[in-house]
């Protein structure tokens, strides 16, 4: 994504993901449930929209908690599909909903969601989105890619010269870690 590392920084909306999130290792599940959940929304879309519709998405998800959203029942779907301040979409609020009660399953085997990503880390790409086919809803390759690179589980977030790369490379992703 060597053109976000031109274009983020100083914008307003951006720049401090692309400063401050995008390549870091996430240890949260909860954050990582976030992730997950914006880069399947983004599906379509631009990534402008699905930060200016953040805030919403937090409120919306109460939080990312995933014990509360795999709880959701037909109820939250309605009020999550009624929320204009989301994306309104049917399969992707299904696939949160979903996603959150797999990663309850991954809990049972792994840990954790973490627990089960470093368990299958290192994987090349096209190995990754086999596994994220199998095991999630809604997972195509750019939103695979996105979230491992966004994560620190993929390299390629920010060019070599970007000086959000050396602090990434302190943060020691699981790329970085890798050989």
């Not at 929320?83 to 792994?110: E, F, M, P, Q, S």
Request: net charge positive.
């Amino acid at each position: 994504m060597s053109g976000y590392c031109t274009a983020a920084p100083g914008h307003e909306w951006h720049g401090p993901y692309h400063d401050r999130e995008y390549g870091f290792p996430v240890a949260d599940d909860d954050a990582l449930f976030e992730r997950l959940v914006l880069e399947i929304n983004q599906a379509g879309l631009s990534w402008l929209t699905i930060l200016k519709k953040r805030a919403a998405f937090r409120a919306a998800f109460h939080g990312f908690a995933i014990d509360r959203v795999a709880a959701y029942g037909d109820d939250d779907r309605a009020r999550l599909l009624a929320d204009a301040g989301i994306i309104r979409n049917r399969l992707k609020v299904d696939a949160a909903i979903d996603n959150a009660r797999r990663i309850l399953v991954l809990r049972a085997t792994h840990g954790s969601f973490k627990g089960w990503l470093d368990a299958h880390h290192p994987l090349p790409k096209e190995q990754w989105l086999k596994l994220f086919r199998k095991t999630f809803r809604f997972t195509g390759g750019e939103i695979v890619g996105e979230f491992l690179m966004s994560t620190g589980y993929l390299p390629g977030a920010h060019r070599a010269d970007c000086p959000v790369h050396a602090e990434i490379l302190r943060a020691g992703p699981p790329w970085s870690r890798t050989g």
